[in-house]
């Protein structure tokens, strides 16, 4: 049997309209070259939820909103000599939520902006 990462949504409602015609799990598995544990699975989440498509949405919430990941790079672009720690301060104060500077550079850089740093120009 192949390994297939996931399965579109597309085989998931083919492989749903053949156990719904009555065929065997492991047929069907057989069909779609996958195990059978995975057309049960399917077949089950079917069952209980009344659809076959893949629940999105998995990964850790974000401490700060589009809107508040804007103010960040806004209030760095007024004053460009900011540090990322003053920017994480200032959006203390303003929204009262703590932010780590890690998160303040994590923002600025989806904002298109990044540290620089000086070059030593030895003469």
């Not at 579109?8 to 749903?16: L, S, V, Y």
């Not at 065929?23 to 059978?36: G, H, L, N, Q, Y």
């Not at 076959?52 to 004053?79: F, L, M, Q």
Request: with cysteine.
């Amino acid at each position: 049997m192949s390994f297939r990462h996931q399965i579109d949504d597309f085989m998931r409602g083919r492989i749903i309209g053949k156990i719904e015609e009555k065929r065997k799990i492991t047929d069907v598995a057989r069909e779609f070259d996958i195990t059978p544990s995975v057309v049960s699975r399917l077949w089950k989440s079917f069952k209980t939820t009344g659809m076959c498509s893949r629940r999105h949405g998995g990964g850790r919430v974000r401490s700060t909103t589009p809107a508040e990941d804007r103010y960040i790079v806004i209030s760095a672009k007024r004053n460009r000599r900011t540090t990322a720690q003053q920017v994480a301060n200032q959006f203390l104060a303003a929204s009262g939520k703590q932010i780590s500077r890690k998160t303040v550079a994590r923002r600025l850089r989806g904002g298109g902006l990044y540290a620089r740093r000086l070059l030593c120009v030895s003469h």
